[in-house]
């Protein structure tokens, strides 16, 4: 399986999120995580249209979790951001050149398809079994929340 790049970052983001006691601009999630603004701000649009995050406007602008951090797992993350279709798509290709197989023989999935979609599910489930607050957990969380009160540093030419 290969994930985008934003697949990480988004995640970073939502632990973030999850200690935040307010939104958090994503300026500052940027530069917390020393990454292009642009770029995670494509993102979070993608974990807000999947009901992830919420934006909020104004002065105190910023993003926060929709939900409690112990119920979004990582596979929400992923599928919001690389979406939800399959790794692995099957095109039949032992139905065609010199050793194609008649149609009679492929009324079921064959060897190849069934062990690939046995290892999505269970890649799915492992991502599902493990949540923000999980995440979270294996951070140094009085660290980040000092550092998430900290004002942002301008940045002088």
Known sequence: MKLSGG???SLHCCVVLSQSEGPVPTARLAELHGVS???????LRALAHADLVNPTEGRDGG???TRAPEKITVLDVVQ???GTEPAFRCTEIR??????????QCRSACGI????ADAEKAW?????GVTIAD???TLDLPALRKILTTPITPITP
């Open 135 to 137: 995440l979270a957990a």
């Open 80 to 82: 919001a951001v690389d």
């Open 7 to 9: 697949v990480e970052w």
């Open 63 to 65: 993003y926060v979790l």
């Open 113 to 116: 398809a069934k062990v690939m």
């Open 95 to 104: 139905q065609q050149g010199i050793l194609a197989a008649p149609p009679e």
């Open 124 to 128: 799915r489930a492992s991502l599902s």
């Open 37 to 43: 603004k642009t770029y995670l701000a494509k993102h």
